[in-house]
């Protein structure tokens, strides 16, 4: 297990403001954010790499704060995976076990193993600069995985790769933490990528971390504005007042219809209803049941197989996903009368400030 | 199509290329017109003078020591100053920069100079005699080329992207064991680059050697001093001889820096 406490770092104009974060043995853990939030840094002040300012490092209930890297115990990835290019692929692999001084027959054994794992076993005597991106990819993390380290760092593992390789790549990254018994910290900013992939994520902005949950709960409860903007929610409605009813909270949108969803929100303070496009339902016609409310479409965007549909509920815009055969079978079109409705489950109420409440009082520190 | 030709773009162009013809022109003129001098017999004959051949040998040990001593200085040095954040960095870059810039007869003169001081005279009493002497010739060599070897030593580290000594780290490394595993194999043709191209600098030395060595025929003599007393004495012959061997030397010293990719800079 990977714990940090209260991470402060300052590089440059750059610092991570307070990060603290438990990542369980054998978890997917991926810290997302957008390019510049800190996500290497962080990474790097996991592995040692940089003495942090101020907080703590534990691995495994050890505090390893003042630890240099070679003594953590946790290998890393460079997002282009810098294999060194004056060892064949084979002595790549066998770097980390050459230094633990292991006899020759084990470090063969050691990379016959995890060459045939991953498949590059036809590639040991290969030079790196002869291999493709993927099998770069592997390389690296068959000598990171070699010294059996308690995890491994991976430092935005599949932006160099191409579409196809990235998604078979990314397969097998998914079973790594199973397979080696690691836990596996991934960094990316891309928010499908992190859905994919990681049983938790880690979302960070400016050095802070802002909300760390399983996918579906960040996907679906993002808790401020940042959140639901990165992971691309496009609705998000001011809510002018909110009552607890017997069938949920009932929410009354600025300028909109009245709105049910599930849970309270867990703040005082002014809130936003959150709802994804894709759980907006459509219904074409003007009558819909109790709980749907009339709109007009005013735009209709295709965007390959699937349509961002712009309704128009008095002053409110809110986006709907459909696909295209939908949007044909219903006849929409620019200006038709629809019914949409939103299942309570689907309307999450968040905090309305840009990050959550206790992060945004740092925030306005920094910035003055 | 004359408006073409006479284009701004054409006219700069033929400008910039005309510059660069004419110095070259100039430095290969300049340097062939020492060989009409001197035929091939005489040359070779030359080549087998007693003078000559202490000279060649004498500079060849000379410069093999200095040269060794600086590379065994500056690649540590060059690490430093490639890797870490030192206090007073550039007071610390312009110390070792300086005898770069400074004339050679200063370095031979502050060489002179510290043989004076109280620490100077304790090392010529107790170790070694330095001033007027053969080993003080290395030390004239090495003072004013150890700055070049820095330099190049620092920038081959530089030309390694230090995340492959943090990835080694991360797999076991030592700061030691990442520098002689990754850093140094991999920086290891620019670093023979930066070694050849000071041996190279050195064989030439010359203004510190005869102010802190002396010009003594058959004693402290190295190729450049040689030269300067056959040219001064009438020996026309022997000192063709050893600047041609010097030439080809320097010729050959270049080509080889070039194909190992050196980069001497004072960056």
Redesign the interface.
Known sequence: MIEIRDIHKRLGDFSLRGVSVAIQEREYFVILGPTGAGKTVLL?CI???HPVDHGQVFINGVDVTDF???R?R?????QDY?L???LSVYENIA??LR??RWPADRIEARVTELTDLLRISHLLHRAPRTLSGGEQQRTALA??LA?QPTAL?LDEPLSALDETTRIAVGEELKTLPERFGTTLVHVCHDFEEALRLATRIGIIYQGLLVQVGTPEEVFTRPNCRFVAEFTRVRNLLPVEQWEKTAHGVLCQIAGGPRLLAAEAPAWNGPVIATIRPENVVIKPGSQGDASSFSATVTDIEVIGGAADVVLGVGELRLHALMTRQSIGQAALQVGSQVAASIAPADVHLAPDSFLPPELQASEEQQTG | MFARLFSQNVLFRMAVHAALWALVLLLAGVLLSIFPFITWQEFTESLRDPQVTYSINFSLLCVGVSTAVSVLLSIPAGYVLSRYRIPLASVVDTIVDLPIVLPQLIAGIALLMFFQTPPGVWIETNIMEFAYSRPGVVLAIFFPTISLAVRSMKAGFDSV?P??E??????????W?AFR??AL??ARNSLIAGAVLNWAYALGVFGSVVMFSGATRMKTDVIPVAIFLNMTTGRIDLGLTLTIVLLVIAVVSLALFKRLGGKATLA
């Open positions: 790097e592995a040692g790499l240099p890297p070679e953590r946790i290998s890393y990835v460079p810098v060194f290019p004056h770097f980390s230094l633990l000598r990171a010294p760092l | 992207d995340r492959y943090q990835v080694a780290r991360t797999l076991g490394c030592t700061e064991q595993k990754v194999p991999l």
